[in-house]
């Protein structure tokens, strides 16, 4: 997941802080780029998968790793 072309560190953030500096982060990237968000709310599963769906970003890698979640997004 570390070819993505913007990193984004969510650790520590709780729900919606998460999904809004990815909101944030996506509005300064170009259609294409990804964004490798890393995240340690548990709840970012489920926002990331229905942020994907309602804004047409794709969701392309997610998983947990000790505690934290990676998501990796392409903007669309």
Known sequence: MNDADVTLDARGLSCPMPIL?????????????TLHVIATDPGSMKDFD???RATGN???QSRAEQGEFHYVLRKA
């Open 21 to 33: 500096r990815t909101k944030q982060a996506l509005a300064k990237m170009t259609s294409g780029q």
């Open 50 to 52: 229905a942020f994907c």
């Open 58 to 60: 794709v969701l392309q």
